[in-house]
C-alpha cells in the first residue's frame, strides 16, 4: 500500500473524531493545534475533554456514532474500542470520500497518521507506512533531540524575511535570490550561539544594508523565552 505525504489545510474546517480515550484525546488536540473546527462523538469523555468541552473549545455529540454524523467533515478520525462501529465509520467515509483514520487500523484507513517532531512552524512528519508506529515514534525521539528551538526562530525571521520583501518594489529573482542566501546562511548557529549582533550581520548582508531584526517585525528579545537574545550581547 502507498501513501502520499502531504499537510492539509483544516483550519476553519469541520473535522470529527469518534471515540474519547486518551488516542481520541491526542487527535483532537492535534486537530485544535491546526484551528479545525473539532467535533467529538463519544458517550465518555476523558478529562481533558471534558476541559475542552466546557470552554466551547469542541462540540461534543455524547452518544454513539450514528450514520451521517459525518457529514460535511473534512477527515474523521476513528478511535473507539468497537471494532463493528470501525468498519461501519471506514464504509460511510469512503461513500462520502472523506478521509478516514482508524486508530491502529491501517487497512480501514483512506490516510495514517505520521509522527511529528514540530519546532514552531517547522513539522517533519515520519511514517513508517503502518508498518510500526512504535519505531516511528522512535524516530520522532531522535529527530527531537536534532531539531532544537533555533529552528523555530529561524523560521520566524525567514517569515518575517519573506514578508519585507514582498512590501518592497523587487522583482521575483531578486527576492527569490536573497531569501536563498537567508536560508543558506549562518543563521541557525548564530542563534545557537545567542549572538544576536551576528544575526543582525546576516539579516543585512542577505536583505540589504537598511534591513535588521526590528525591520521584519522581530524583538530580538523574543527569540528565546529566557530572554538570553538581548540587543546588549
Known sequence: MGYLPIFLDVSGRKCMVVGGGEVATRKVESLLEADAMVTVVSKHLSDQLDVLRKRDAITVLERSYLRGDMAGCALVYAATDDAEVHRAIAVEARELGI???????????????????????????????????????????????????????????????????????????????????????????????????????????????????????????????????????
Not at 123 to 148: K, N, W
Not at 154 to 168: D, F, P, V
Open 99 to 233: 478521509l478516514l483514520n482508524v486508530a491502529d487500523v491501517p487497512e480501514l484507513c483512506t490516510f495514517i497518521a505520521p509522527a511529528i517532531v514540530k519546532q514552531g512552524s517547522l513539522q517533519i512528519a515520519i511514517s513508517t507506512g503502518g508498518a510500526s508506529p512504535a519505531f516511528a515514534a522512535r524516530m520522532r525521539r531522535s529527530l527531537e533531540a536534532q531539531f532544537g528551538i533555533e529552528y523555530a526562530h529561524a523560521l520566524r525571521i525567514l517569515r518575517g524575511a519573506r514578508n519585507y520583501l514582498k512590501s518592497q518594489v523587487m522583482d521575483a529573482a531578486e527576492r527569490s535570490h536573497r531569501l536563498k542566501a537567508l536560508a543558506e546562511s549562518e543563521l541557525l548557529d548564530a542563534l545557537r550561539m545567542h549572538d544576536v549582533a551576528a544575526l543582525e550581520r546576516i539579516v543585512a548582508t542577505c536583505l540589504g544594508h537598511e534591513v535588521a531584526l526590528a525591520t521584519l517585525g522581530i524583538d530580538p528579545a523574543s527569540l528565546d523565552g529566557h530572554g538570553w537574545l538581548n540587543a546588549s550581547q
